[in-house]
């Protein structure tokens, strides 16, 4: 796992942000945080916990996880949610790769096998609903190479298969009811609709924030 500062700016306040799979900092970067610095993390190869040390220095830190990194955040900051001011889940589910309540395990495992170019470009896709976004996602898509996007891929799906069922740590879950990546019907059945946050959002709806506080306060 690696960490990027997208905004380091001595704020009281701070957003950790576990981004999804295939990530980088090069598609956040336009996002701006007025109000608190933000800390990145992605690249879920080795699902060990980064260094945090730096966030002790904060007078109140926020945790907000998107797509895969719901799963991951759960699985690594159980012990100590209590730590942080609000804990939010967007576009994501603790079963990540499950029929009813993420992605299809035989869908996933179709990705892995065949994954290339083409793949990533169709997922790519598939995070929009609108071509505009698209376009300005793929004008600074991550940096990343390829063979180490599938490696990622295959080690996140290893490491769900093996590890029991994580706990909810999140005290508000988003569910994006336009995702053709995690279905809005299945983030629903996965946190249940009494609990769920409902917005018209496609998987990455970053492009429809002004603020990264705009997260927050969905």
Not at 65 to 93: E, P
Not at 129 to 137: E, G, L, M
Request: aromatic fraction near 12%; proline fraction near 7%.
């Amino acid at each position: 796992m690696q960490t990027a500062w997208l905004q380091r700016a001595n704020h009281p306040h701070c957003l950790l942000f576990f981004s999804g799979w295939g990530m980088d900092p090069e598609p956040f970067r336009f996002l701006p945080a007025r109000s608190c610095d933000v800390l990145l993390v992605h690249d879920y190869r080795h699902l060990q916990l980064p260094e945090l040390e730096p966030l002790a220095a904060y007078r109140q830190v926020h945790l907000a996880a998107w797509s895969m990194g719901v799963w991951v955040a759960a699985h690594l900051l159980a012990d100590r949610a209590g730590s942080f001011a609000s804990r939010t889940a967007l576009a994501g589910t603790l079963s990540p790769i499950d029929a009813g309540r993420g992605l299809p395990p035989e869908a996933y495992a179709t990705m892995v096998d065949s994954f290339g170019p083409e793949v990533l470009d169709t997922f790519y896709a598939n995070m929009f609903d609108d071509p505009a976004q698209h376009s300005r996602f793929l004008a600074s898509r991550p940096r990343r190479a390829m063979a180490a996007l599938r490696e990622e891929m295959a080690a996140f799906r290893a490491a769900v298969l093996a590890a029991p069922p994580v706990r909810d740590i999140y005290t508000k879950k988003i569910v994006t009811s336009r995702d053709r990546i995690f279905t809005g019907r299945n983030q629903l059945r996965a946190w249940g609709r009494d609990t769920a946050t409902v917005h018209a959002w496609p998987h990455f709806p970053f492009h429809l924030f002004a603020d990264w506080r705009d997260l927050l306060a969905a």
